[in-house]
């Protein structure tokens, strides 16, 4: 049982460049969530899903872009990256309480 | 604009004292309240989830809800360097939106 399954680890992007981090679940949970953690802050909730083919934004979703085509993947599009999406990305899922989190994606855009 | 805060801290207690972390939401109809530990470097993990008004204890942890004064907190008692890390209050609201404070750092002084 994986649970949350996020790649890549790292990774240093160009301004400019585009990428997808991709997230997999194993739990069979209808909720998915992506955030990102900036140095000593909280965690920003950037988009969410509630199931398959449902999708929503979160707090901060300027520059970014997501899919749930399937329960199990969740995947997160930046499009034109910006010294400002350097940050740890978080995707989570959730059953009916607790979410569960991956390893985080540790992005630099320079 | 859906706001969860936290008092940013430092806080910082010697071992064996109780910790009190505190945490407010805006959105009134928010269904369901966590508290996440995380250590540095590390993804955020569980302790404690509550849904109606009161107190929950788990061990030396203990939830209290109070939904009209739109508040949260945890104390954490007989506190112990292993629990030095950063608290994340986090609100889940109709839409499961989950939502995270900036997090309050703790450190508990051998």
């Known amino acids: 049982n994986a649970g949350v399954t996020q790649t890549p680890k790292f990774r240093i992007l160009k301004i400019g460049q585009s990428m997808t981090l991709q997230c997999t679940q194993d739990m069979n949970h209808n909720y998915m969530y992506w955030y990102r953690q900036d140095p000593g802050m909280g965690l920003k909730l950037i988009y969410y899903s509630v199931g398959a083919g449902i999708t929503d934004k979160g707090e901060v979703p300027n520059g970014y872009n997501v899919s749930r085509s399937t329960t199990e993947d969740f995947p997160l599009r930046l499009e034109l990256a910006a010294p400002s999406q350097t940050s740890v990305y978080f995707c989570?899922?959730?059953?009916?309480?607790?979410?569960?989190f991956g390893q985080g994606t540790r992005l630099t855009v320079v | 604009q859906k706001e969860v805060e936290q008092n940013s801290g430092p806080l910082s207690v010697p071992e064996g004292a109780i910790a009190s972390l505190n945490c407010t939401y805006s959105?009134?109809?928010?269904?369901?309240f966590f508290w996440y530990r995380q250590y540095s470097g590390k993804s955020p993990e569980l302790i404690m989830f509550?849904?109606?008004?009161g107190d929950k204890e788990d061990g030396r942890f203990t939830a209290q809800l109070n939904k009209a004064s739109q508040y949260v907190s945890l104390l954490i008692r007989d506190s112990q360097p292993s629990d030095s890390a950063t608290y994340l209050c986090a609100v889940n609201g109709l839409g499961n939106d989950m939502r995270f404070g900036a997090g309050t750092r703790l450190t508990v002084k051998p």
């Open positions: 959105d009134r109809g928010s269904q369901s």
């Open positions: 989570a899922s959730s059953g009916s309480t607790e979410a569960f």
């Open positions: 509550i849904y109606s008004n």
